[in-house]
């Protein structure tokens, strides 16, 4: 949520940022402050009669002022509903806008989008490469028949290797962020409305969650559940930064269409991922940013794996973000590069949504912290590019020796 006195004092500043990701005829600022005078003059109207009538609680009532003080008392109790309403109001409408950019981010979308480093270097063979659902089919790892069967379009289940190979990913992962020493979360996967606000995924992307009949849903992200950890806090300065890492399985109605670039694993409803978060000072979010960019990025490396970073243009970035960095993986077969991890710096967005502040041991005030996440990392596509950049001619797969001690094998082969 943006700061309403940043959008009263610096109008035009702001809707020049909005305007990177944002159509003109949807930027509604003047609309936002005239709720905001509305609510002003009301909470005026309000504080005055309050003070009116603790000026007549001080006299000896008679008749009259008991008259008074019934009569302020009903209008105080309608202006305060009123007030309530004008607050929901423009808390909805303040919701309803993005995060200003990070001033060195461009505008526009996917065609804006900046290739920032290349890793490794790209996969070459000597024969017919195949892609990852023939290997995987092949060697037995992933039954995408009866993942259908079983949930639909969207689902796979991993089997045998497939599963251990897996779960090797999330233990390498893990002991990464371990020996970072960031603190390990096993959140709930259902969350509350409040804390899908919190996040950025309400009001707007409602429709791309799973609810449930009590009006919880299924997380999109462990990213959901760290960002509310805190909400409604006042954290210790001291303790700043907090660092954090959560498994969970993710969920998301919206899957793509099912075209080419995205069948397999590519895109589906349901993925394993590891996140990393932080709560920082605002001072200190872009050295925290640029750790967490880091950290993806050797997770990547150090599966031996070709991939790019590429910071998005503000078009493309998710919407609670003022700058994104995503990490995307080479998939031979579809000569495209494949989205891993996003880091992302939400500033003060998501801190005001869930009212996440500390201590300022220099002006005694609280403040909003700044927020930062980044996959860390997804699985659904790791498991898809070591399949395909690291097969043999005679069908099997080659296993990044980082995973080997945690999955027990070398190699991925056809054992019939």
């Known amino acids: 949520m943006l700061d309403i006195n940043k959008i009263r004092e610096h109008k035009e500043e702001v809707k020049k940022a909005l305007l990177k990701r944002m159509a003109a005829a949807k930027i509604n600022l003047d609309e936002i402050l005239e709720i905001d005078e509305k609510r002003k003059t009301l909470l005026l109207q309000s504080e005055t009669l309050k003070a009116e009538r603790n000026k007549f609680s001080k006299t000896k009532p008679d008749d009259e002022t008991i008259l008074n003080m019934k009569r302020i008392g009903e209008e105080i109790k309608v202006l305060d509903d009123k007030i309530r309403t004008v607050e929901l109001e423009l808390r909805d409408r303040i919701s309803e806008l993005p995060n200003i950019p990070a001033d060195d981010v461009l505008a526009g979308g996917k065609e804006n989008n900046k290739v920032l480093k290349t890793f490794g270097k790209k996969p070459s063979f000597k024969f017919e490469p195949k892609d990852h659902v023939e290997l995987a089919t092949s060697l037995d790892v992933i039954d995408y028949d009866r993942g259908v069967k079983m949930s639909g379009n969207g689902f796979w289940i991993y089997r045998d290797q497939g599963a251990l190979l897996e779960w090797a990913l999330l ?65 210790d300065e001291k303790l700043l930064p907090l660092k954090y890492y959560a498994y969970s399985a993710c969920f998301r109605r919206e899957a793509g269409s099912y075209r080419k670039e995205e069948r397999g694993m590519i895109r589906g409803h349901q993925f394993n991922k590891i996140e990393m978060f932080q709560f920082t000072k605002p001072q200190d979010s872009w050295a925290a940013f640029d750790e967490l960019t880091k950290n993806a990025e050797a997770l990547v490396d150090g599966l031996g794996l070709h991939f790019q970073t590429v910071q998005l243009a503000a078009g493309d970035a998710s919407a609670a973000m003022a700058k994104t960095i995503d990490i995307e993986v080479w998939i031979p077969s579809m000569g495209i590069y494949k989205e891993v991890s996003s880091v992302s710096n939400a500033l003060d967005y998501q801190a005001r949504r869930g009212n996440i502040r500390y201590k300022n041991s220099l002006t005694g005030k609280n403040e909003f912290v700044s927020t930062l996440n980044a996959s860390g990392l997804a699985t659904s596509r790791l498991v898809p590019a070591i399949l395909e950049q690291f097969q043999n001619q005679d069908g099997s797969v080659d296993i990044p020796k980082a995973l080997q001690k945690f999955c027990g094998f070398a190699k991925l082969e056809n054992l019939k």
């Open 171 to 235: 233990n390498y992962f893990i002991e990464f962020h371990r020996n970072n020493n960031y603190i390990f979360i096993l959140p709930p996967f259902l969350l509350t409305e409040e804390s899908a606000y919190t996040s950025g995924h309400l009001p707007k992307f409602r429709d791309d969650l799973y609810w449930t009949q009590d009006k919880l849903c299924l997380n999109a992200t462990s990213e959901m559940m760290l960002g509310n950890y805190h909400r409604d806090e006042v954290l």
